[in-house]
């Protein structure tokens, strides 16, 4: 019974529930980029480059031979070796979007910390009542003398 508790301590510590979540929600928010990025941007691209997709592009670099067997009949199949630069360019135009959204959100976040700063700093502190009762005693022996 030991272990299975210290597992269920482990399991149930926040860093591990926020890990946890913030997998989810990337996971999630992977797909509204692939949908932006393949469905949004890409078209307009395409469509300037006459109707090119990016994610198709390659450039074939020549052919291999292979015998495939198949019910028994022994064929020759010749395949394309293709260098696919236009998957690299997806990829890399899905890398940017994601790291110009992060970049976004991070510094919303930062500037929303920083106002909530400011504004904390500019609302003076409330006196502890020890301190506000000594102040009160300062004061009036100052007036006594």
Excluded: H
Aim: with cysteine; proline share 3%.
């Amino acid at each position: 019974m030991g272990l299975l508790k210290e597992f269920r301590d482990f399991a149930m510590r926040g860093n591990v529930i926020d890990m946890a979540v913030g997998v989810v929600i990337g996971a999630a928010f992977g797909k509204i980029v692939t949908s932006i990025v393949n469905d949004v941007m890409m078209p307009p691209i395409a469509y300037w480059q006459k109707g090119a997709d990016f994610s198709k592009l390659g450039q074939v670099i020549g052919t291999i031979s292979k015998e495939v067997e198949k019910d028994g009949v022994k064929t020759m199949v010749t395949e394309d070796v293709t260098v696919k630069y236009g998957a690299l360019i997806q990829t890399c135009v899905d890398f940017a979007i994601v790291a110009f959204c992060l970049f976004i959100v991070i510094k919303l976040v930062n500037t929303a910390k920083k106002r909530f700063e400011e504004k904390k700093l500019e609302t003076p502190a409330e006196a502890p009542a020890d301190i506000k009762l000594l102040t009160e005693i300062r004061d009036l022996l100052a007036a006594k003398r």
